[in-house]
């Protein structure tokens, strides 16, 4: 494996301290002498702290990845982003380490240690103390079948879709984070029991394929009966999708550009694109169960049906491209020239072929920063119709400037919401 750190002259943070202002003066220090036997003599430290933070990208490479692979081009590239970081002239690992300005940091100056025992009150004499052991903290009795002294807690599980009753429903009780208690399984007909004494308990209420949901506000008291009513359980619905995609391409219209145009019609997935799609769905109030479904589609399957589970609701919906055949930035392809006729700087980057392959290349936010959250709705999850996800791929960087454009994801999902949003087609 080989390792390259790749720097392509993105904005970084640098600070230097102790400064006034725009000026670095140094710490002045004047030695008078008594009677002035001798002239004042006066020292200078130039001693500056400097902070510095750096985006890089790491690139891990093997040469020898795929070599029998009839998709991708031979070998593998791994590139992650890191960001550089110096803080007062020292990195950061030796600040974890305690070795900072004022370090090297010696642990034996702190001791501690963990007693069995504590000095409390004498129960017989406030004025003194005795010492007890610490006991360990005694096993909650909440879920024990004689706390159980309520009256009947009354109330009928239903399916949301169709207002059946649902019967095999996991009924638990929650007293804050005290203790859950496991109270029984819904029949089909109204579910009744005694609960454990709470205020402001909730319940919960679990089946396969259905949505966790919660019911807050439970108080049961000694002997008190409650109606809790109806309980309503969204069932998951399972729908087929498929993703389009939208190839960003470069024209020259009437001769001018090149400019970046947005096409007017998709194209399908290809053997050599890879997605990654994390669907979650929000929740509309805190109580509420939020849950996530993640896919991955690539060569194996990127023709072939996938299903995905929804309730009605809204979702944030996160789709990262990429493409296995990915680019190659060819060395001095950018010419860095400064003063008259270059004569200061005259230079062409990368000094060697950037390869980024693979490359995630596009895909799509679907969220309130960039038009609004996908709404789904009992009606569609009802109907026939399948999902249909679009993306965003961007266009292929000739060199370093336009790498720039694999930065626009956010600014691309909010231009072209009214296309790239999900749709039941």
């Known amino acids: 494996l080989s390792v390259r750190f790749i720097y392509l002259g993105w904005p970084f943070y640098f600070e230097i301290s102790p400064r006034n202002d725009e000026l670095l003066e140094p710490e002045t220090q004047v030695t008078s002498y008594p009677m002035g036997i001798l002239p004042p003599s006066q020292t200078n430290y130039y001693e500056f702290f400097y902070d510095l933070s750096i985006p890089v990208i790491v690139e891990i490479r093997d040469d020898s990845a795929f070599s029998d692979s009839p998709y991708t081009s031979k070998g593998y590239s791994f590139f992650i982003a890191l960001e550089a970081n110096i803080r007062d002239n020292i990195d950061l690992t030796s600040w974890l380490y305690g070795n900072g300005t004022l370090g090297p940091w010696d642990y034996n100056h702190v001791t501690y240690n963990l007693p069995g025992e504590m000095e409390v009150p004498d129960q017989n004499n406030p004025n003194n ?28 599980v239903k399916d949301a879709s169709d207002d059946s009753m649902l019967e095999g429903v996991s009924v638990y009780f929650a007293c804050g984070d005290y203790d859950t208690c496991f109270i029984g399984t819904t029949e089909n007909h ?27 506000g439970v108080s049961t008291l000694p002997g008190q009966p409650l109606d809790i009513g109806d309980v309503y359980l969204e069932p998951f619905i399972t729908k087929n999708f498929t993703v389009n995609k939208y190839s960003m391409y470069w024209a020259y219209p009437n001769g001018f550009g090149p400019i970046i145009m947005f096409p007017e019609t998709p194209d399908n997935l290809s053997v050599n694109d890879s997605l990654m799609i994390n669907i979650k769905r929000v929740k509309e109030t805190p109580y509420v169960p939020s849950f996530s479904q993640s896919f991955r589609i690539d060569s194996s399957n990127y023709n072939k049906p996938i299903g995905i589970r929804l309730v009605p609701g809204k979702y944030d919906v996160t789709i990262i491209y990429t493409d296995n055949n990915g680019f190659v930035i060819p060395k001095k392809c950018k010419h860095i020239c400064k003063g008259w006729g270059c004569i200061l700087v005259d230079e062409y980057i990368p000094e060697d072929d950037i390869e980024m392959i693979p490359a995630m290349m596009g895909g799509v936010y679907i969220n309130n920063n960039t038009g609004g959250y996908w709404r789904v709705s ?27 454009e694999l930065g626009k994801l956010e600014n691309y999902s909010k231009t072209f919401y009214s296309v790239l949003r999900p749709r039941f087609t």
């Open 129 to 156: 103390t005795q010492v007890v052991p610490i006991r360990n903290i005694t096993k909650s009795m909440f879920c024990d079948f004689d706390q159980a002294v309520s009256g009947n807690v009354t109330f009928n």
């Open 378 to 404: 009992r009606a569609e999850l009802a109907s026939d119709k399948q999902v249909e996800f679009n993306i965003v791929r961007f266009v292929t960087p000739p060199c370093l400037d336009e790498m720039e």
């Open 190 to 216: 109204t579910f009744s029991s005694t609960f454990p004494m709470c205020i402001g308990g909730h319940l919960v209420f679990e089946k396969e394929g259905y949505m966790k949901k919660k019911v807050m």
